[in-house]
């Protein structure tokens, strides 16, 4: 496609309950991203992907987050038993890989946990 | 440990006048800085990096690793540049790809 795409869009959930984010990066592109986007928190790193490489799960914010990547390109992104502070905007990234490539945002998935 | 900090929440200045984003990082080896910027109901992109050394829609930053700072600069704001502002750091020696935010930057430009 053009650019990264998100779904969905828009997510209201009820607390506890399980919810699952899509992300396509842009064809070719090896090096996939997921951030949180809250207000007054800025954009928190969740998770980024290289290739066949072992992610980088360092910002995951706690075990209830996971992300997988099929194929080396769709990310589901999956929070469990989902909290009131889980939400915000989730954010998919991607580039052609490391270093001074250009990363692409998708326009993010709004969580809202009621 | 990389850190990105940016003071500002909110800088609202007049049309015309100079704009100056700060941004001040932490992090031991050489980095990559970054400004990415996200106007009203638009995706985040990316508005310069230091390596590039460019000036794009009039702004410009320029590493200082002595203050190990990267502040947005602007000599005459326009209406059109109200967005929000994030600045942002890759580790260039470890090269791992990550990017690491600060909290971002409201501008607001007034008539």
């Known amino acids: 496609g053009a650019g990264v795409s998100q779904s969905p869009s828009n997510k209201v959930t009820e607390k506890g309950k399980d919810v699952e984010l899509r992300c396509d990066p842009i064809s070719g592109h090896t090096a996939l991203y997921w951030y949180r986007q809250s207000l007054g928190q800025g954009l928190e790193f969740l998770i980024y992907f290289q290739g066949n490489s072992a992610p980088d799960k360092s910002g995951l914010p706690s075990d209830r987050f996971s992300a997988e990547r099929t194929g080396g390109s769709v990310s589901t992104l999956t929070i469990q038993r989902t909290q009131q502070e889980d939400s915000a905007v989730y954010l998919c990234?991607?580039?052609?890989?490391?270093?001074?490539?250009?990363?692409?945002f998708g326009e993010g998935s709004w969580l809202t946990v009621v | 440990a990389q850190r990105v900090t940016q003071p500002e929440k909110l800088l609202s200045v007049f049309k015309g006048a100079p704009v100056e984003l700060k941004c001040n990082y932490s992090?031991?080896?050489?980095?990559?800085l970054f400004w990415y910027v996200q106007y009203s109901r638009q995706r985040l992109q990316l508005l310069l990096r230091?390596?590039s050394r460019e000036s794009i829609k009039g702004f410009t930053a320029d590493l200082n690793k002595g203050e190990t700072s990267f502040h947005l600069k602007k000599p005459f704001a326009q209406e059109e540049d109200s967005a929000m502002y994030y600045c942002a750091l890759r580790g260039g020696s470890s090269n791992t790809g990550k990017l690491i935010f600060g909290q971002g930057t409201t501008l607001q430009v007034k008539p």
């Open positions: 992090y031991s080896g050489s980095p990559e």
């Open positions: 990234a991607s580039s052609r890989g490391m270093g001074g490539n250009t990363i692409y």
């Open positions: 230091h390596i």
